[in-house]
């Protein structure tokens, strides 16, 4: 095994571990404000759900007016189909409005408890800790994740609604067909592989930058206050620290922006091989339909569920890789609050 291969194991393992703090994260979640949480899932559960129940709908209106143009009479209750369509794009529509109204009193809700959390935790430690650098650099990405986390939490909830709604849709292409949802999967897995790769690189860099950003903040604050306007003055240093700043903040840019040209050039490559299942699984529905196998409804609801499968797969995919992502910077906050004071008052 060479040393790469060993390598992107220990990466995988390092993912897959950073993982186990998600349940904690969840609890943090739930004590933050457990009515908000139900009305998050009630909303992303029913906003799941209605994809695949219009597509069924849809197909039965479809079948309709293709028996009618045949000579036959349109199915009874035939506009009650279409009105029962209107009703589930407008709870599609209300549902998705409610999601971001819960997201956001949620967001708010999680950033007052964990600040609160941070806080007394750090009130609790020996005044020597705060002596050492490393310390303080876990300090400082801990009182961040009180903030950005909010992020994950989102992800968490759009993963599990994304979960339902490929599960719900790709029963349609199941059974129609178990090798084209072999053929969309497939497609998609390079995809999150590849994203997954950059999440980690990601994370090793801003965990490489984390001193250089604390230096950032200090040039920044002592270039910029009053209390040290009048010896920059006196003393000249004014050019002095910009330059450091400019040298520092040029090297930092640098370095992101070549991580994400390469993630760029690796993801859009991934992506057309997605695309390319997802149009060719489309074009044999298409066959099927014009050869006569298939109506229009039947051509409707697979063309539908095979782009909402598609789609949610990848979604799917792409927000896993993003959560093992923000469960790496995770692991700052719960290993800072794993630290226990020497001394006991």
Sequence with gaps: MGTSTRNQLATWRERIRALRHVPSLVR??????????????????????????????????????????????????????????????????????????????????????????????????????????????????????????????????????????????????????????????????????????FAFLGFAQNIRQTPAKRQLDYLRTLGASKESAKELRLFNLSRFLSGQYADLSNQIYEQNAKLAGRRLRAGALLSMLSTAGYYGAYAYVIYRTVTGDLTWGTLQFLAGAIAGTATNIQNVFSTFSSIADQSLFLTDLVEFLRIRPKILC
């Design 28 to 197: 943090i979640v739930w004590q933050s404000g457990p009515s908000v949480v139900c009305g998050v899932f009630g909303c992303r559960l029913t906003a799941a759900l209605m994809p695949v129940a219009m597509l069924a709908v849809s197909k039965k209106i479809l079948d309709g007016v293709q028996l009618h143009f045949g000579g036959h009479p349109l199915p009874p209750h035939f506009w009650n189909l279409v009105a029962l369509e209107f009703a589930f794009a407008a709870i599609a529509g209300v549902a998705s409005r409610t999601i971001g109204y819960f997201d956001s009193l949620l967001a708010e809700r999680f950033t007052r408890h964990v600040s609160l959390i941070v806080m007394e935790h750090a009130s609790q430690l020996d005044l020597a800790s705060y002596e050492d650098p490393a310390f303080q650099d876990k300090l400082e990405r801990a009182r961040v994740q009180a903030t950005d986390r909010v992020a994950m939490i989102q992800m968490l909830g759009a993963v599990g609604q994304q979960i339902v709604a490929a599960c719900s849709l790709s029963l349609g292409v199941l059974w129609f067909s178990p090798w084209l949802l072999v053929l969309l999967v497939g497609a998609v897995v390079p995809a999150f592989l590849g994203e997954c790769h």
